[in-house]
């Protein structure tokens, strides 16, 4: 099975990294190589800029693909199954005009002409509000438009808003949201080893944020520790022979630990101890 990752840029190094915590490490994967093998065999990676990965899971050039979601959707290849958002990348793509323009609503730009990188997207948008616009596909420099009478209006990627903030436009509409994505193209979606690794990458998402909580508690305080402890589904308890204690292990979020761990103390419980999660199948 081929993965298509993105090859360069702020998308790479996370989904590296992401891939290695989920067990798929990469081997050999030196810069401009186009493949490198994982330490599963039956696994390869293809690095592609994530605009054309779409396009290479659509064509068979590989079966599963890691990318924006705005890029699929600029794509429009249709044969792609949304499998799971990783949760990073975040960003949006949004309408944005003149901060002192006449542009105040998607209304007023009927019969106007808007500038973007991602024509397909825009246009899906404005047919989806009813609004007749002209389309003009830029390749970058997009929040400069405006001010060079190219376009009355842009729709443009997205962080924290400073790059349009720096060029005096202002947010009429969001447009799409985006984070990045493994995607699958359908026919592959029920294959063992896509499925193997849907549910690798879903583990490791799934630890985020949480911790291992293991400790002692007296017998008779143990109904006031699980009171206090936020677990999945309720902690585990296990007897320790020979004592008349037992052992209490949980799952909890990583932000109520320390509050928990106080809240335990007070309770009775002993020898706490916290770890990290690397992955976690449920």
Same mark, same amino acid.
Not at 1 to 6: D, G, K, S, Y
């Given at each position: @099975?081929?993965?298509?990752?993105?090859n360069k840029g702020r998308l790479h190094e996370p989904t590296v990294?992401?891939?290695?915590?989920?067990?798929?490490?990469?081997?050999?994967?030196?810069?401009?190589?186009?493949?490198?093998?994982?330490?599963?065999?039956?696994?390869?990676?293809?690095?592609?800029?994530?605009?054309?990965?779409p396009e290479y899971v659509s064509d068979g050039a590989a079966d599963?693909?890691?990318?924006?979601? %705005?890029?699929?959707?600029?794509?429009?290849?249709?044969?792609?199954?949304?499998?799971?958002?990783?949760?990073?990348?975040?960003?949006?793509?949004?309408?944005?005009?003149?901060?002192?323009?006449?542009?105040?609503?998607?209304?007023?730009?009927?019969?106007?002409?808007?500038? #973007?990188e991602f024509p397909n997207v825009t246009r899906n948008y404005f047919?989806?509000?009813?609004?007749?616009?002209?389309?003009?596909?830029?390749?970058?420099?997009?929040?400069?438009?405006?001010?060079?009478?190219?376009?009355?209006?842009?729709?443009?990627? #997205?962080?924290?808003? #400073?790059?349009?903030?720096?060029?005096?436009?202002?947010?009429?509409? %969001?447009?799409?949201?985006?984070?990045?994505?493994?995607?699958?193209?359908?026919?592959?979606?029920?294959?063992?080893?896509?499925?193997?690794? #849907?549910?690798?990458?879903?583990?490791?998402?799934?630890?985020?944020?949480?911790?291992?909580?293991?400790?002692?508690?007296?017998?008779?305080?143990?109904?006031?520790?699980?009171?206090?402890?936020?677990?999945?589904?309720?902690?585990?308890?296990? %007897?320790?022979?020979?004592?008349?204690?037992?052992?209490?292990?949980?799952?909890?979020?990583?932000?109520?630990?320390?509050?928990?761990?106080?809240?335990?103390?007070?309770?009775?419980?002993?020898?706490?101890?916290?770890?990290?999660?690397?992955? @976690?199948?449920?």
């Open positions: @099975m081929r993965i298509a990752v993105p990294d992401l891939l290695d915590r989920a067990g798929l490490h990469v081997v050999d994967g030196a810069d401009r190589k186009l493949y490198a093998d994982t330490v599963d065999p039956d696994v390869t990676i293809l690095y592609a800029r994530a605009a054309d990965i599963v693909g890691i990318t924006g979601l %705005d890029q699929v959707r600029e794509a429009e290849t249709g044969d792609l199954v949304d499998q799971l958002d990783l949760e990073f990348g975040a960003c949006k793509l949004v309408l944005a005009a003149p901060e002192d323009g006449a542009i105040e609503s998607v209304a007023d730009l009927a019969g106007g002409t808007v500038a #973007t047919a989806e509000q009813g609004i007749d616009v002209e389309i003009a596909e830029v390749s970058g420099a997009t929040e400069l438009t405006p001010h060079v009478d190219i376009a009355d209006a842009i729709v443009d990627i #997205t962080s924290t808003g #400073t790059t349009l903030r720096m060029n005096r436009l202002a947010v009429i509409d %969001d447009v799409l949201e985006s984070s990045v994505r493994l995607f699958a193209r359908e026919d592959v979606v029920d294959d063992e080893k896509v499925q193997q690794v #849907t549910t690798a990458l879903r583990s490791v998402k799934s630890a985020e944020g949480k911790r291992y909580l293991m400790m002692n508690v007296p017998e008779e305080k143990l109904e006031a520790v699980e009171d206090v402890i936020p677990g999945l589904g309720g902690p585990t308890v296990m %007897d320790i022979a020979g004592e008349e204690m037992v052992a209490v292990h949980a799952v909890v979020d990583e932000r109520r630990v320390f509050e928990t761990i106080t809240d335990l103390k007070a309770e009775g419980a002993t020898g706490i101890l916290v770890t990290e999660i690397e992955r @976690m199948v449920q």
